[in-house]
């Protein structure tokens, strides 16, 4: 097994890590518990979650290995939206994001043995304005349906975008400048 473990099935996840420089590591996919208390902000949520996969995967992991574990939300007036369970659940939540801004958070745990570090990454994304037949057109694509908020902004959901403010890579589910200062922390300089 590698030296770093990433704790996420999420191919762009994957990608992200490889995009920067990062390639020599495994992937552990732990069983967590994802509960959370709703009334939490948002970006406590994700650390919670992310911290809570992390401790999963180092009960599967060898001593030394470091462990990245990340958790991404999407939320709309403090609504979270995760994946859609079907077509309808996707079209409601795309009509309530269409010409409205909303929050994406990213909470990241690194760790090995005994040190723990969670940061959390928060993004504000802002979709055009939307016709039902636009909606219905990208969730014929298929992307909608195994995404939470039920777009992919590096997919055809980028058309679906206006504007965002904040980290472009959180919104894909890890923020890479944010992780590659954890990971300086912890002795893995990406810029070495």
């Given amino acids: 097994m590698e ?9 762009r996840r994957q990608e992200l890590l490889h995009r920067i420089g990062l390639h020599a590591f495994s992937i552990l996919v732990p069983q967590a518990d994802e509960s959370y208390d709703p009334s939490l902000p948002p970006q406590e949520i ?3 979650i992310s911290a809570k996969k992390a401790a999963a995967a180092a009960a599967l992991c060898r001593s030394g290995q470091l462990i990245i574990a990340a958790d991404t939300m999407v939320f709309l007036d403090d609504r979270r939206l995760g ?3 079907d077509r309808e659940e996707a079209f409601a939540m795309l009509s309530a994001l269409s010409g409205r801004e909303h929050l994406v958070c990213t909470g990241v745990t690194l760790r090995r043995d005994g040190a723990v ?17 636009q909606i219905r057109w990208y969730i014929a694509t298929g992307e909608s349906m195994d995404k939470a908020g039920a777009y992919g902004i590096q997919e055809r959901g980028a058309l679906l975008v206006e504007s965002i403010r904040g980290d472009y ?3 894909m589910g890890l923020p890479v400048r944010r992780l590659a200062g954890m990971l300086a922390a912890f002795g893995v300089d990406l810029m070495a």
């Fill in 46 to 48: 994700v650390a919670s």
């Fill in 83 to 85: 994946k859609p369970r």
């Fill in 169 to 171: 890579f959180n919104v």
């Fill in 3 to 11: 030296r770093i473990v990433l704790a996420s099935q999420s191919p």
């Fill in 117 to 133: 570090s969670t940061e959390t990454e928060s993004t504000w994304v802002r979709f055009a304005p939307l016709t039902p037949e």
